[in-house]
């Protein structure tokens, strides 16, 4: 049973920033978030992860609130080639992927 | 980065015969390996948890009978669908544990198997 709510889908013009939300309004104290993204007909490609703090990497931006129980994955500058199906996940960091149904998030030229 | 390959990436049979699918860590020792399935435009759906040495665990709803997993060595995990039928037809993707990651993510995921039964 995935423990997140994330929008079915979303639109994003190529060159700005994609936005994607999370709610994780149950997420307990030893979990940590996850960002996974899959683009068609292929395997998942982790993207970041965090516990508390908001966390950069080459791929993106993991903004998670206060009371941790909502984050927000940035990309910069979205491009054609980000264009996937984008899962956020709760999890403990040794545990299984329990996949929801994520963010479809399509990126305009 | 750690790098799972799964073999084959596609593989049509004919219903009855049964299917190998194989999951590889390549540059790291997986003492645990996940197996999932997925249908189009579905998310993907976790049938089992393989580990080294050990009979596998499988979620509830799937058929150990059915979907035969072998984790015999550290580098290697295989699932089997026996007397494969059309319904059986999905993507297949294997995931590998690294252990020693540190800090940085521990999960890395196959290409994935498109099965198709005839």
């Known amino acids: 049973d995935a423990k997140t709510t994330q929008p079915t889908s979303m639109d994003c013009a190529e060159g700005r920033a994609a936005n994607l939300p999370c709610n994780h309004s149950?997420?307990?104290?030893?979990?940590?978030v996850y960002w996974y993204r899959q683009i068609h007909s292929q395997g998942p490609q982790y993207i970041i992860h965090?516990?508390?703090n908001n966390e950069t990497n080459e791929m993106a931006s993991l903004i998670i609130t206060e009371d941790r129980k909502s984050s927000t994955l940035i990309l910069p500058h979205a491009t054609l080639r980000d264009t996937a199906v984008y899962y956020c996940?709760?999890?403990?960091?040794?545990?299984?992927?329990?996949f929801g149904k994520g963010t479809r998030l399509h990126i305009l030229p | 980065g750690a790098v799972v390959s799964q073999h084959p990436s596609r593989v049509i049979c004919k219903s009855g015969t049964s299917v190998k699918i194989e999951c590889r860590s390549l540059?790291?020792?997986?003492?645990?390996m996940f197996w999932y399935r997925q249908f189009p435009k579905k998310s993907l759906m976790l049938m089992a948890t393989?580990?080294?040495?050990?009979?596998?665990?499988?979620e509830q709803g799937v058929e150990k009978d059915k979907f035969l997993i072998n984790h015999a060595s550290l580098t290697l995990s295989t699932l089997t669908v026996t007397s494969a039928h059309p319904e059986d037809s999905s993507f297949y993707i294997c995931?590998?544990?690294?252990?020693?990651?540190?800090?940085?993510?521990?999960?890395?995921f196959g290409s994935g198997t498109q099965l198709s039964v005839l």
């Open positions: 965090g516990l508390k």
């Open positions: 540059d790291f020792q997986a003492t645990t």
């Open positions: 996940i709760v999890r403990v960091r040794d545990d299984k992927i329990i």
């Open positions: 995931s590998a544990s690294n252990p020693l990651t540190g800090s940085k993510e521990k999960l890395f």
């Open positions: 393989s580990n080294e040495g050990s009979k596998a665990t499988y």
């Open positions: 149950t997420i307990s104290g030893n979990e940590y």
